[in-house]
């Protein structure tokens, strides 16, 4: 039985463009060699790691949007774990009722869209001069 899995892969930092290219084509032969095929690949790019991973702060993260059988979960885990390249992965089911065909559509979020905060309109800023609403003055 199909399902969809996410992979997200941590990448050595000191791989250029081209080697991190070599190696997902690598990680794509492992997937389709099982019978499964990657629906979306999206680059995160470099980021900071919260603690060291084999000596290495930073890392290139690549997120992959799978659909293989559950079989095969196995041996492609076993072939990800000896890639020296790889640092980390994170092989996870995806949800039952997940909207492939949204995902699939939609462009990646630029990382200054997904990093912002919009603040709420109704937070209108408080003059200095002036008693904050929720203050009374004292009566006596």
Request: net charge negative; glycine share 4%.
């Amino acid at each position: 039985m199909s399902r969809y899995y996410e992979l997200t892969l941590i990448i050595k930092p000191d791989i250029d463009d081209a080697g991190a290219t070599a190696l997902m084509e690598r990680v794509s032969g492992f997937i389709t060699a099982e019978g499964g095929k990657i629906l979306k690949s999206t680059p995160w790019g470099m980021r900071r790691l919260m603690y060291p991973i084999r000596k290495f702060r930073d890392g290139r993260y690549v997120f992959n949007l799978l659909e293989l059988d559950a079989k095969s979960v196995n041996r492609i885990e076993s072939r990800l774990k000896l890639t020296e390249d790889i640092i980390r992965y994170l092989f996870i089911r995806a949800d039952d009722d997940l909207d492939v065909s949204r995902l699939l559509d939609t462009p990646p979020v630029a990382e200054a869209e997904t990093m912002a905060v919009a603040a709420p309109d109704a937070i209108a800023p408080v003059d200095a001069g002036e008693p904050a609403p929720s203050e009374s003055p004292a009566t006596a």
